[in-house]
């Protein structure tokens, strides 16, 4: 009989578990937090007049089936400890909080997700102390708890966007693209647009990825949405209000806005990554994600979602269950034999 652990209740996590029990299989997520469902749980829907593809309706009712089902076990302020064995028969030390317990599982799926920083060590200031400027995170969050036709306590004049914030930069070991920032960015600015016709949004980017089909560039310009091609060099503040220096073919400038939003990436939790590595035989690439280091149907470790590199959440979703498709279809194999 199957048993499987999984290490990590987010995205990844729940699709995975939630597909092993529609095949029939039994799984022990394994959550560090309080509650299954990791960052995504925390994101707020797009939509502005219209449905804007942000993903957050793949997910459905996958966190209430998850919590409701009988053959997905949750450990809840647990992790990972030690793990022994071989592909089929792999003895697992886990840490909860009541104390330690051991228990033997055919197979193990790292879904340990991506770092939740506040802000990246570029930002060179405070966070908490300025109110008008907000993270990925801090986004979503604004984007969740809004209201039918309010996002801030008074309609903005002025907000802007920095993209590529932490990431495509060596200094923060993040010089690839996060590959959800033009998205989340973009819709966010048009639900902005939406409610607050007047306010002035400028997006500073370098590379503007196509979220939907056709000229997405256009899109967004004919909203009223400005497209500065260029990465601001310097942020400070005049009192609460960000200031961006930048530059761009006429020449060095400052600008105020309202609210700034720095978009934060994907970035690998290196010190967990390294931690999970040496527990369950997995490899920390050079860019600090996880990658195999034997095949899984070798190994019976298994690797989904950001913790191995970035993905919206559609990517994700697919991704995890792809990672549920091949755990089944390798027990049928072993099964056949």
């Given at each position: 009989m199957k048993n499987v652990l999984i290490i990590g209740g987010g995205l990844s996590g729940c699709t995975i578990a939630r597909e092993l029990s529609l095949a029939g299989i039994s799984s022990v997520i394994v959550e560090k937090g309080e509650s299954i469902g990791g960052k995504v749980r925390s994101y707020g829907c797009?939509?502005?007049?219209?449905?804007?593809?942000?993903?957050?309706?793949?997910?459905?009712t996958l966190w209430q089936d998850v919590e409701n089902d009988p053959k997905i076990q949750k450990l809840f302020g647990s992790s990972l400890v030690d793990l022994s064995g071989s592909a089929g028969n792999l003895h697992a030390v886990i840490r909860t909080k009541e104390g330690f317990f051991d228990d033997s599982f055919?197979?193990?799926i790292v879904a340990t997700g991506f770092e939740d920083s506040a802000c990246t060590g570029a930002a060179g200031y405070e966070k908490d102390s300025y109110n008008r400027?907000?993270?990925?995170?801090?986004?979503?969050?604004?984007?969740?708890?809004?209201g039918s036709d309010t996002l801030f306590s008074e309609a903005p004049k002025s907000a802007a966007f920095i993209f590529c914030y932490g990431s495509r930069t060596l200094k923060e070991r993040a010089a690839y693209c996060s590959q959800v920032c033009c998205a989340y960015s973009t819709r966010a600015a048009k639900v902005i647009k939406h409610y607050y016709p007047d306010t002035e949004v400028v997006l500073f980017y370098m590379d503007l990825q196509a979220v939907n089909p056709g000229n997405y560039a256009k899109e967004l310009t004919d909203r009223g949405i400005v497209l500065e091609r260029c990465r601001p060099v310097d942020l400070t503040f005049d009192g609460d209000y960000p200031v961006v220096s930048y530059e761009?073919?006429?020449g060095k400038k400052k600008r105020q806005?309202?609210?700034?939003?720095?978009?934060?990436?994907?970035?690998?939790?290196?010190p967990n990554n390294t931690a999970i590595a040496d527990i369950t035989g997995l490899k920390v690439k050079s860019d600090g994600f996880l990658t195999?280091?034997?095949?899984p149907s070798v190994s019976g470790i298994y690797l989904a979602g950001t913790a191995e590199k970035p993905m919206n959440i559609v990517g994700t979703m697919a991704n995890a269950r792809n990672t549920a498709m091949s755990l089944i279809n390798n027990s049928a194999e072993v099964s056949a034999v």
């Amino acid at each position: 009989m199957k048993n499987v652990l999984i290490i990590g209740g987010g995205l990844s996590g729940c699709t995975i578990a939630r597909e092993l029990s529609l095949a029939g299989i039994s799984s022990v997520i394994v959550e560090k937090g309080e509650s299954i469902g990791g960052k995504v749980r925390s994101y707020g829907c797009k939509a502005d007049e219209k449905c804007n593809n942000c993903g957050l309706c793949a997910v459905h009712t996958l966190w209430q089936d998850v919590e409701n089902d009988p053959k997905i076990q949750k450990l809840f302020g647990s992790s990972l400890v030690d793990l022994s064995g071989s592909a089929g028969n792999l003895h697992a030390v886990i840490r909860t909080k009541e104390g330690f317990f051991d228990d033997s599982f055919s197979d193990v799926i790292v879904a340990t997700g991506f770092e939740d920083s506040a802000c990246t060590g570029a930002a060179g200031y405070e966070k908490d102390s300025y109110n008008r400027v907000y993270t990925g995170a801090e986004l979503e969050k604004l984007m969740k708890d809004r209201g039918s036709d309010t996002l801030f306590s008074e309609a903005p004049k002025s907000a802007a966007f920095i993209f590529c914030y932490g990431s495509r930069t060596l200094k923060e070991r993040a010089a690839y693209c996060s590959q959800v920032c033009c998205a989340y960015s973009t819709r966010a600015a048009k639900v902005i647009k939406h409610y607050y016709p007047d306010t002035e949004v400028v997006l500073f980017y370098m590379d503007l990825q196509a979220v939907n089909p056709g000229n997405y560039a256009k899109e967004l310009t004919d909203r009223g949405i400005v497209l500065e091609r260029c990465r601001p060099v310097d942020l400070t503040f005049d009192g609460d209000y960000p200031v961006v220096s930048y530059e761009d073919a006429d020449g060095k400038k400052k600008r105020q806005f309202d609210y700034l939003f720095l978009n934060t990436g994907i970035h690998p939790d290196v010190p967990n990554n390294t931690a999970i590595a040496d527990i369950t035989g997995l490899k920390v690439k050079s860019d600090g994600f996880l990658t195999y280091v034997a095949p899984p149907s070798v190994s019976g470790i298994y690797l989904a979602g950001t913790a191995e590199k970035p993905m919206n959440i559609v990517g994700t979703m697919a991704n995890a269950r792809n990672t549920a498709m091949s755990l089944i279809n390798n027990s049928a194999e072993v099964s056949a034999v």
